[in-house]
């Protein structure tokens, strides 16, 4: 089914520790995001891309890299896991231009720094 | 930066009885979208409904619909004849004319007893 594909579902980092969270998405959509997700804070963002080639900061974007060399594809890297990005992960993304079109989300990434 | 906020962090409702979940913004925008998502214990985040800020009228979805109130800044989401699978985080979002900048509000937690 077509959609946005995050992977993994679950991952247990070491403080210290790097990883990258896959983000993929089937649907030509220009616009694709990173939101961590806190209890009682919302989903917050971390970092979007408009296009390939082109990416910026959102609201929380320290400890972590993103690079958009596809359109389908958004990785998002932690460079040294700390604890304070323990969080819920969800990659997102949407057609480009003005239109009334919320966001399709991925399922979702639970990672826990220990 | 526009913020939202979702002064009720949980609710709970009777089974066919009606609810409704408050959501405020902050914006010097005049075009804009809004958006209500549910997060059901899966994870996932579905979109429940939208409204463009042009439009008067206000936007329904079968049980769900939504009073917005443009000068009050004001976007509730009102769930008619409350059904257990209506349980879940709902979050209020916001989304400029420039599709990546979505901002969401804390969530409320919508509890539906039977």
């Known amino acids: ?114 | 930066a526009q913020t939202v906020t979702q002064s009720q962090p949980e609710m709970s409702v009777q089974e066919a009885e009606t609810v409704t979940l408050s959501c405020t913004y902050d914006t010097s925008e005049s075009d804009y979208y809004l958006f209500w998502y549910k997060q059901p214990p899966s994870r996932q985040m579905i979109l429940v409904i939208r409204q463009e800020a042009y439009k008067q009228q206000n936007a329904t979805e079968n049980r769900f619909s939504v009073n917005f109130q443009k000068a009050a800044k004001s976007f509730s989401l009102k769930i008619s004849d409350s059904q257990l699978g209506d349980a879940a985080m709902y979050f209020c979002a916001y989304r400029s004319a420039a599709p990546f900048d979505m901002r969401f509000g804390a969530g409320t937690r919508l509890t539906v007893k039977p």
């Not at chain 1, 594909?5 to 030509?28: E, I, R, W, Y």
């Not at chain 1, 997102?92 to 231009?97: F, V």
């Open chain 1, 1 to 114: 089914n077509a959609g946005v594909t995050q992977t993994p579902k679950f991952q247990v980092l070491k403080t210290g520790q790097s990883m990258t969270l896959q983000c993929a998405q089937d649907m030509n959509h220009e616009y694709m995001s990173w939101y961590r997700q806190d209890p009682g804070m919302g989903l917050r963002l971390i970092h979007y891309s408009v296009g390939a080639g082109i990416t910026d900061q959102g609201e929380v974007p320290n400890g972590y890299n993103v690079s958009r060399s596809t359109t389908e594809d958004f990785p998002l890297r932690l460079l040294s896991a700390a604890p304070s990005q323990t969080s819920v992960y969800f990659c997102a993304s949407t057609r480009g231009g003005r239109s009334n079109y919320g966001y399709t989300f991925g399922s979702g990434t639970r990672l826990t720094v220990v």
